[in-house]
């Protein structure tokens, strides 16, 4: 495993703004995603966040409004855009260790609680 | 296409007693890969187990063991003698070979152990 920090650890903004998320790890790792948690809901991935090249997004989730980087093989930000109060919610970093041709068992960062008036 | 159906949206127990948490899924990969995950009231989701298609050992780890049935596509955790740091909600997850990396998770049971 890893240990796994993001920041913040919660924040809470006023709609039509940006917050930029970061996700540390004390390891080299292969895969980083970014994951949304709404209120008393389960976990829906948001991207794959891909070093030295554009995210791959899930269906319903557009660069625009959820900017990716990630510049090393330890280090990724994500970035909500124009929030408004539906952004409201945790969002998760994890990682993984294996090749991305197979799966392998992600671990999760502590979260960071939005919330958007 | 691939689900995950946690039934249980609320457990509550009294400490010490058994309880189990019921994970049924649906895939049409022939390799697929189950998680279990919990989530304390401090919202991380720490990892608790990891199980491949092609095995279907059941596993105890302490308290915790979980019992994994493909004839019936469930993949159950019990804990037994719970205690009250077992209170959190637990996903189970599934990720198909074809799918890359992409977890899917269950809607989560809410576990509540009543000291």
């Known amino acids: 495993s890893a240990v796994i920090s993001q920041k913040p650890s919660r924040d809470i903004c006023q709609r039509g703004t940006s917050l930029t998320i970061q996700c540390q790890v004390d390891?080299?790792?292969?895969?980083m995603f970014w994951y949304r948690q709404q209120p008393g809901q389960s976990l829906t991935l948001i991207a794959t966040?891909?070093?030295?090249?554009?995210?791959?997004?899930e269906s319903g989730f557009v660069i625009d409004k959820f900017p990716i980087s990630r510049p090393n093989l330890t280090f990724s930000t994500l970035t909500v855009s124009n929030m408004s109060p539906e952004d409201s919610s945790i969002y998760l970093c994890?990682?993984?260790f294996g090749t991305g041709r197979s799966q392998e068992t992600q671990y999760f960062g502590p979260g960071t609680r939005l919330l958007v008036l | 296409a691939q689900k995950v159906t946690q039934a249980q949206t609320e457990i509550s127990v009294v400490e010490k007693e058994d309880v189990t948490l019921d994970c049924v899924y649906e895939?049409?990969?022939?390799?697929?890969?189950l998680f279990w995950y919990k989530q304390p009231p401090s919202g991380e989701l720490v990892f608790l187990i990891r199980?491949?298609?092609?095995?279907?050992q059941n596993e105890i780890s302490g308290r915790y063991s979980w019992n994994f049935q493909k004839s019936t596509s469930s993949f159950n955790f019990t804990i037994t003698a719970s205690q009250v740091v077992d209170s959190a909600v637990y996903f189970c997850?599934?990720?198909?070979?074809?799918?890359?990396?992409?977890?899917?998770f269950g809607t989560g049971t809410r576990l509540t152990v009543i000291p």
């Open positions: 994890s990682v993984s």
């Open positions: 390891s080299q790792v292969t895969m």
């Open positions: 966040a891909n070093q030295g090249s554009e995210a791959t997004y």
């Open positions: 895939t049409r990969d022939t390799t697929y890969y």
């Open positions: 199980r491949n298609s092609f095995d279907e």
């Open positions: 997850a599934l990720s198909e070979r074809t799918g890359a990396n992409n977890l899917f």
